[in-house]
């Protein structure tokens, strides 16, 4: 028997995940726009469109319940949504603070259903080769990772929900920044000292379009983090850096370039390394491989490994850093 999954939110992200459920299939669909909920369902014979995201959620044919709302809507519909018995994957950040998130975590125990956080960029090819590398000890003992993301917006991005603090809980650095966050806490562990910047210098908007960040291990091993809304050409750029080798992964395909994983081994005699890079112009699958790997979380009754409290320590980074402001 298939799996019956209900989006709620039918915008970009939630057509990009409608194209993505590695099999299962999309019963059900909800947006406070009927007419954007009827257009997705459309894409799936036999779904049902809705615009009362309640309704969605107590339908008997629906398992996973998929959250791509703005974000002050993603805690309050998660929490409903395991409350009704369905897991759920919520787009990141999850929620607009460590308060709601820390309610989402408290429904999810309470009910016994799983929740997965939209961190896709871990299923990039590149960043997944990097992970393989990193685990394999090919970088030896980790020293610290460089990272920077932006994109340069578009007319009128300052009037849009992101630039809104009621409904985006904050501005660049809650948005791609979580994606950072992420990353870097996959590779060197958590942070325990947070000092960054938040600031906006260019979109006439009340959140931040530029933020830096200098996060530090126990260790002292560093996350140097910068995104941005103002990257006139978008970039993605991390490196990964250990005392035996460095990885650097660019471009996440379409305008942010072709996605690259470079390989640079340090040699006994040190001078100039040893290269090898890999190269992944393909179509963008992390949707799909994540959805794969939540539907096999389920099965197996394996917790999710981007999950709510990987969630919880990016927003806990977030507010420190706006709280410094």
């Known amino acids: 028997m298939s799996v019956g999954v209900a989006i709620i939110g039918c915008g970009r992200n939630g057509h990009k995940r409608a194209e993505a459920l590695a099999g299962a299939r999309l019963t059900a669909c909800a947006d406070v726009k009927q007419e954007r909920a009827e257009a997705l369902a459309r894409t799936a014979p036999g779904a049902v469109p809705s615009d009362d995201w309640r309704a969605v959620i107590d339908r008997s044919d629906v398992d996973i319940v998929v959250v791509s709302t703005t974000n002050e809507k993603l805690a309050e519909i998660s929490c409903a949504a395991v409350a009704a018995g369905k897991h759920v994957l919520v787009e990141k950040p999850a929620a607009r603070t460590v308060v709601e998130i820390d309610s989402v975590i408290e429904a999810a125990r ?136 460095k990885l650097h992964v660019e471009g996440l395909g379409g305008s942010y370039g072709v996605e690259r994983l470079t390989f640079y081994k340090m040699l006994p005699e040190m001078g100039r390394p040893e290269t090898t890079s890999w190269e992944y112009p393909g179509g963008d699958q992390s949707w799909a491989l994540e959805f794969a790997e939540f539907l096999e979380d389920i099965r197996l009754d394996r917790a999710p490994s981007a999950g709510l409290a990987d969630a919880r320590a990016a927003l806990a980074i977030v507010e420190e850093v706006y709280r410094q402001r």
């Open 110 to 245: 309470r009910h016994r259903r799983f929740v997965r956080v939209g961190f896709n960029h871990r299923y990039h090819p590149a960043l997944r080769k990097a992970r393989e590398l990193f685990g394999a000890g090919a970088l030896g003992e980790m020293m610290f990772v460089r990272g920077r993301y932006g994109h340069g917006g578009r007319i009128g991005y300052d009037k849009e929900w992101r630039a809104n603090p009621a409904l985006s809980g904050g501005g660049e650095l809650i948005d791609q920044g979580v994606h950072l966050i992420d990353l870097s806490r996959w590779f060197l562990g958590d942070f325990t000292m947070v000092e960054g910047f938040a600031h906006t210098y260019f979109w006439q908007m009340p959140v931040d379009d530029n933020a830096f960040l200098l996060l530090r291990t126990p260790l002292d091993q560093a996350a140097f983090l910068h995104v941005s809304c103002t990257e006139w050409k978008n970039l993605f750029s991390l490196e990964i850096y250990g005392k035996d080798a």
